[in-house]
């Protein structure tokens, strides 16, 4: 803990020192800004107080005439499913050269595309991590590793090629979901650092008055996992051990924006396509995965209503193993354990992909409102998973206090059918939160 606060200090004392002199000539190319936030959550059915932390975050950027800089430092302190933790994360952290036709970026970076508010089948650079309870859903995001280079030949169409040198998958604990007291998560093991293990993506969007329009795409180990079966011990009880499982893709999409009066028209799609997803049960098969939604004011109210979709190719019913002819043999009984077992473990696999049906059908009502001159504003969410029965509810209400002070409620519902993943995330994700943050 001692080495935190000393890194803390010095870090501080070094920015301060460096807008200090930075004032004299170029003050308004620095940009110093902070928070510090404590935000509690808890009521699920697995964790009386899921997550307890306070953070200090640190947000510093220098912009020159044709380079800048950019810091996003967060220090992490408290307790994560009974876990006391002491955390130091990058948010973000990159050097930037810049002129009117090109950029060029190295470092920590959030990228996001698509046009969709709530699911965004375009978006397959940063990862997440899912499992990160906070009042803000975009604390969730990740940042990787990048080489960005932006081409802009007119003001309206740029082409950015990426490249990620070091794979970072997203964040799932699926230890703490109760699967079955005979299976247990083992840590994963990274692929290798090496070319082969890289991945690309290009991004061409253009601008006019009538539309926004981009296409996409990707290459590479995705973030999105499921997860494999290491090892079963029959012996003397059965005993099953995953681990989380990584496969490449390769993705192509196109997302669009069309005003049109007071509504606005946002879509995006892409195909994703997978190799030997019929030998190895966590890779998803080939699938097309789009979203279509308006947004409209009404009054102060903004609305916005998405209906998301995917239909998976090759799609072959999982079906379960027969039952031995003979309960004598112990070979078929042998053989009728791993086959059940990789039976529920492609199922778990085929639901966490929204591979379960050939088609998946989706949709996402948002209300989002501003009242009192803006210093209350509030949200309210809806998912529902026709396919599925699977749905979830999610209210959040911020009021700021002073123009530095606020202070956010709110909590979630989450639900569906026995075995779902809504079902048995809801005794970890259900439940209230609240969170105090003070910003300079």
């Given at each position: 803990?001692?080495?935190?606060?000393?890194?803390?200090?010095?870090?501080?004392?070094?920015?301060?020192?460096?807008?200090?002199?930075?004032?004299?000539?170029?003050?308004?190319?620095?940009?110093?800004?902070?928070?510090?936030?404590?935000?509690?959550?808890?009521?699920?059915?697995?964790?009386?107080?899921?997550?307890?932390?306070?953070?200090?975050?640190?947000?510093?950027?220098?912009?020159?005439?044709?380079?800048?800089?950019?810091?996003?430092?967060?220090?992490?302190?408290?307790?994560?499913?009974?876990?006391k933790q002491t955390q130091i994360e990058f948010k973000e952290c990159f050097a930037e050269y810049f002129n009117d036709y090109f950029e060029f970026s190295l470092g920590n970076r959030i990228i996001k595309y698509g046009k969709a508010t709530g699911i965004n089948p375009t978006d397959n650079l940063s990862p997440k991590n899912y499992f990160f309870l906070s009042s803000d859903i975009e604390d969730m995001q990740m940042s990787n590793f990048m080489i960005t280079t932006k081409f802009k030949p007119a003001h309206w169409l740029n082409l950015e090629l990426i490249g990620i040198p070091i794979f970072k998958p997203s964040i799932y604990k699926y230890e703490l979901f109760d699967i079955s007291e005979s299976a247990s998560f083992d840590d994963y093991i990274s692929p290798d650092i090496s070319f082969d293990n890289m991945s690309y993506s290009a991004h061409l969007s253009t601008s006019f008055s009538?539309?926004?329009?981009?296409?996409?795409?990707?290459?590479?180990?995705?973030?999105?996992?499921?997860?494999?079966?290491?090892?079963?011990?029959?012996?003397?009880?059965?005993?099953?051990?995953?681990?989380?499982?990584?496969?490449?893709?390769?993705?192509?999409?196109?997302?669009?924006?069309?005003?049109?009066?007071?509504?606005?028209?946002?879509?995006?799609?892409?195909?994703?396509?997978?190799?030997?997803?019929?030998?190895?049960?966590?890779?998803?098969?080939?699938?097309?995965?789009?979203?279509?939604?308006?947004?409209?004011?009404?009054?102060?109210?903004?609305?916005?209503?998405?209906?998301?979709?995917?239909?998976?190719?090759?799609?072959?019913?999982?079906?379960?193993?027969?039952?031995?002819?003979?309960?004598?043999?112990?070979?078929?009984?042998?053989?009728?354990?791993?086959?059940?077992?990789?039976?529920?473990?492609?199922?778990?696999?085929?639901?966490?992909?929204?591979?379960?049906?050939?088609?998946?059908?989706?949709?996402?009502?948002?209300?989002?409102?501003?009242?009192?001159?803006?210093?209350?504003?509030?949200?309210?969410?809806?998912?529902?998973?026709?396919?599925?029965?699977?749905?979830?509810?999610?209210?959040?209400?911020?009021?700021?206090?002073?123009?530095?002070?606020?202070?956010?409620?709110?909590?979630?519902?989450?639900?569906?059918?026995?075995?779902?993943?809504?079902?048995?995330?809801?005794?970890?994700?259900?439940?209230?939160?609240?969170?105090?943050?003070?910003?300079?």
């Open positions: 803990m001692k080495y935190l606060v000393l890194l803390l200090s010095l870090l501080v004392i070094s920015i301060l020192g460096f807008s200090q002199k930075s004032n004299t000539t170029e003050n308004s190319k620095v940009s110093i800004n902070g928070f510090v936030n404590s935000t509690v959550y808890g009521g699920s059915n697995s964790y009386d107080i899921s997550s307890a932390y306070c953070e200090f975050g640190l947000e510093t950027s220098y912009r020159g005439t044709k380079t800048r800089f950019v810091s996003d430092l967060r220090f992490r302190q408290g307790v994560f499913f009974n876990e009538f539309a926004d329009i981009s296409l996409s795409g990707f290459h590479g180990l995705s973030n999105f996992y499921g997860f494999d079966v290491i090892s079963i011990e029959p012996i003397p009880t059965v005993s099953i051990t995953n681990s989380a499982a990584f496969y490449k893709k390769s993705s192509i999409g196109m997302d669009f924006s069309i005003p049109i009066s007071t509504w606005i028209i946002n879509a995006e799609g892409a195909y994703n396509h997978t190799k030997d997803y019929k030998d190895n049960l966590y890779i998803p098969n080939p699938n097309i995965h789009y979203v279509i939604g308006i947004e409209k004011d009404i009054s102060k109210l903004k609305f916005i209503a998405e209906y998301s979709g995917k239909y998976t190719i090759d799609f072959e019913k999982n079906n379960p193993p027969s039952f031995p002819t003979d309960f004598t043999d112990t070979l078929q009984l042998m053989n009728y354990m791993y086959e059940t077992i990789r039976y529920e473990s492609e199922d778990f696999n085929r639901r966490i992909f929204d591979q379960y049906y050939k088609i998946n059908h989706l949709a996402i009502l948002t209300i989002h409102g501003d009242f009192f001159y803006d210093a209350l504003s509030c949200n309210l969410s809806f998912i529902n998973n026709f396919t599925t029965s699977e749905h979830l509810i999610r209210a959040t209400a911020k009021w700021k206090i002073t123009d530095n002070l606020a202070t956010t409620i709110g909590g979630q519902i989450i639900g569906g059918p026995k075995n779902s993943i809504y079902n048995l995330s809801s005794d970890i994700f259900n439940g209230v939160y609240f969170s105090f943050k003070y910003s300079f």
